[in-house]
């Protein structure tokens, strides 16, 4: 299976560059598998394809400020990508440019409010790095940190709060789990209401969303680990919809990721807590939720 077979034309006119204004007024393409048709909608939409006793499960993963720009301290400039937090003021970071930055090196970011140490080159040229600063480590990031956009966004992101989805809540994320953007709080208690339950699964997006796949052979890809964790009052909810027959529904690719490195053999998934590398692609086996 090549790269290639995945290449389509999209006008770059087409992507947009800033956040709808009302989230669930976003476009919706439905696919009918069955049918083989095409429907255009809006995504509030979303509800009339949920029925009753279905389980919709969401990634509740929050995205912090993990784009740095500092200098060393020769001056040059450099950028940072926090992708793993390793122990305390220890991370896992993407660099650039990578030559630049040996074991030893220092690196000043905010005018000195956050100063980091490359301590050790890892697989894949990444680098482990320990950071020292006076307070809170999460209260700087906000106040020198950017959120990491997807390479096709060209605009600076001027409100941080519409790359989070509505139900954001544990930091850790390099990049948001965008399917799950369009949703709003007045849509999302419509779809409890009509007897949908909303289970929550965490996993933290990391490098695989900005590395690309440099391999022709695709199943060659080697995925970079995502840490994640599940709740027992959550598995519970995807279990039962599990044994009444009724659906399990991912939002976007991460939701399922979960799943899939979770569930037995017959798709029932308990809580825990740990790290995937799973890379679904086509023809890999996995759960029919």
């Not at 077979?5 to 006119?13: G, I, K, R, S, T």
């Not at 087409?14 to 669930?24: G, M, N, V």
């Not at 476009?27 to 949920?50: A, C, G, P, Q």
């Not at 956050?114 to 790095?129: H, T």
Request: glycine share 6%; hydrophobic share 35%; aromatic share 8%.
């Amino acid at each position: 299976m090549k790269v290639s077979d995945f290449n389509y034309e999209l006008p770059e006119e087409l992507i947009a560059q800033t956040p709808y204004d009302k989230r669930d007024e976003a476009r919706l393409m439905v696919l009918d598998r069955n049918n083989k048709t095409i429907e255009h909608k809006v995504f509030r939409d979303v509800i009339d394809y949920l029925n009753p006793g279905d389980c919709l499960v969401i990634n509740n993963t929050k995205v912090i400020p993990a784009r740095l720009y500092g200098v060393k301290e020769t001056g040059a400039k450099i950028e940072f990508l926090l992708l793993k937090r390793i122990e305390g003021d220890f991370w896992e970071v993407m660099v650039r440019p990578g030559n630049k930055l040996k074991p030893g090196t220092k690196v000043s970011f905010g005018d000195g409010l956050l100063k980091a140490e490359i301590l050790d080159v890892l697989e894949g040229g990444n680098r482990k790095v320990k950071f020292e600063y006076k307070g809170i480590f999460n209260e700087i990031l906000d106040q020198i940190g950017l959120i990491p956009l997807p390479p096709y966004i060209k605009e600076t992101l001027k409100d941080k709060d519409k790359y989070q989805t509505v139900y954001a809540k544990y930091d850790g994320s390099s990049a948001a789990p965008t399917a799950g953007l369009h949703f709003t709080e007045e849509l999302l208690e419509k779809i409890r209401q009509k007897g949908v339950e909303i289970a929550n699964v965490t996993l933290h997006v990391g490098i695989g969303t900005f590395r690309s796949v440099k391999v022709e052979n695709v199943e060659e890809h080697a995925m970079h680990s995502e840490h994640y964790y599940i709740k027992s009052e959550d598995s519970e909810k995807i279990n039962k919809a599990k044994r009444e027959n009724h659906r399990v529904i991912s939002v976007g690719t991460t939701s399922c990721r979960v799943l899939e490195s979770v569930s037995d053999e017959n798709g029932f998934v308990h809580e825990v807590e740990g790290d995937t590398n799973i890379f679904i692609y086509p023809r890999l086996q996995i759960q029919m939720y």
